[in-house]
């Protein structure tokens, strides 16, 4: 029987942490932090994952600003807001919600933001920043999951790790990150041949891919920590990635959806802002 990783408790110890040290930031600096949130469109997901972090903000005592705009908004006038945001002083982190609609060139975007107030950490030069292993803003949900997996006790080093997904807001970074503590990486993703003989020599598990269920029993090595970044709806419900009813008898740690991964996102969003607001005053 696995161990739940009870991500919505850790988020929540991360978070009172985070309220102490943002009183005591805002004692000495004569202002509060303060996140920028943009949201483009309607998409569902997009409104309920804003709405968390607005709130997670509220929570440790971070002012945000929320800026709503109309899918048909054009790459300059959102160009314009960010180039506003980055010289407001009020703003020490700007994060652009992902996905864009399609006439938004979400790279291009992304590099107009102030690398100092990324707190997604999407910016081209803070994916530089991880991939050569020097100081910068970290990807939220990737720093989440490592917190996730040193909360077991159990030491990434020396370990297999592997990452199902290799997208730009996870798989990639998770990798990287996991390297960094000296785990041995595998990357895997669609085109991966005989994906379930490479994720069985898995002591450490992660899974990215947004397709409910796709992680079975047999693809898991007895003992392992799973990682389930997945957000899926299955009949109305949100779910992850692996299967959960089946992998939980045969995983080591297992993280459960929701109260997994996705609260640890927003502590560590929350945490990056407040980085950004300690490194430029
Ligand atoms: N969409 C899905 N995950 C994320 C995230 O971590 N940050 C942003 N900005 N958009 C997302």
């Not at 004569?30 to 903000?57: M, T």
């Not at 005592?61 to 709503?68: L, M």
């Not at 700007?94 to 864009?100: C, E, N, R, S």
């Not at 970044?229 to 959806?257: H, I, Q, S, W, Y």
């Amino acid at each position: 029987m696995a161990k739940i990783i009870d991500g919505k408790q850790i988020a929540a110890e991360l978070r009172a942490e985070l309220k102490e040290k943002v009183a005591a930031f805002a004692a000495e600096a004569g202002c509060l932090p303060g996140l920028a949130v943009i949201l483009v469109g309607e998409d569902p997901a997009s409104q309920v994952y804003v709405r968390n972090k607005i709130r997670g903000c509220e929570e440790v005592g971070i002012q945000s600003f929320c800026y709503r705009l109309p899918e048909s908004v054009s790459e300059a006038q959102l160009k314009s807001l960010i180039c506003e945001l980055n010289d407001d002083p009020h703003v020490d982190g700007i994060l652009v919600q992902l996905p864009l609609p399609r006439h938004l060139d979400e790279q291009r975007i992304l590099a107009c933001i102030a690398v100092e107030k990324d707190v997604d950490g999407f910016h081209v030069q803070n994916a530089g920043n991880l991939m050569l292993g020097q100081e910068g803003l970290t990807p939220c949900t990737p720093a989440g999951c490592i917190r996730l997996i040193e909360s077991t006790g159990i030491s990434i080093e020396g370990k297999h790790a592997v990452v199902i997904g290799r997208s730009n807001i996870v798989g990639k970074p998770m990798a990287l990150l996991l390297l960094q503590k000296n785990a041995t990486v595998t990357v895997c993703h669609s085109r991966t041949r005989d994906l379930g003989g490479i994720t069985r020599q898995a002591d450490i598990l992660v899974s990215a891919v947004g397709k409910a269920d796709f992680v079975t029993a047999d693809m898991v090595k007895p003992g392992a920590v799973v990682i389930d970044v997945g957000m899926n709806r299955k009949e109305g419900k949100l779910c992850g990635d692996v299967a959960f009813d089946e992998v939980f008898p045969v995983a080591g740690f297992l993280t459960p959806v929701p109260g997994g991964v996705g609260p640890m996102t927003i502590a560590m969003l929350l945490s990056n802002t407040l980085k950004a607001a300690r490194s430029h005053g």
